[in-house]
């Protein structure tokens, strides 16, 4: 059984960074990152491929945030710079088994299949 570990949250000021870890065991997993908030649905942020051949970002955190992978670690990064109030959030890494090339990230929460159990990020203005 997959089961990601996310690592990293904590209480930070408007402006500040902050990098999140993701371990998960084994080989051939595409990773992505989501986020939620209370009375909200779970929202995309930001997803890699096994090779690290293709990365996505949602909209409003490119130019911020930097999803990177170290597979001999069996950990996903995602640094989160110039954060602000609105990052506020459960950060949540999942995986899906991928062996077949693919050109373009997963970006649908329905595109995964494991899930950790999420980390809290906490922005203060």
């Known amino acids: 059984q997959v089961q990601p570990v996310e690592s990293g949250g904590g209480l930070v000021q408007a402006g500040d960074s902050l990098s999140l870890s993701c371990v998960i065991s084994g080989r051939n997993y595409a990773v992505g990152w989501f986020r939620q908030t209370p009375g909200r649905e779970r929202e995309f942020v930001a997803a890699?491929?096994?090779?690290?051949?293709?990365?996505d970002y949602a909209d409003f955190v490119k130019g911020r945030f930097t999803i990177s992978r170290d597979n001999a670690e069996n950990t996903v990064y995602l640094q989160m710079n110039n954060l602000n109030s609105e990052d506020t959030a459960i950060y949540y890494c999942?995986?899906?088994?991928?062996?077949?090339?693919?050109?373009?990230?997963?970006?649908?929460?329905?595109?995964?299949?494991?899930w950790g159990q999420g980390t809290q990020v906490t922005v203060s203005s």
């Open positions: 890699i491929t096994w090779g690290s051949s293709a990365r």
């Open positions: 999942a995986a899906r088994y991928s062996i077949l090339p693919v050109t373009t990230a997963y970006t649908e929460a329905s595109d995964y299949d494991y």
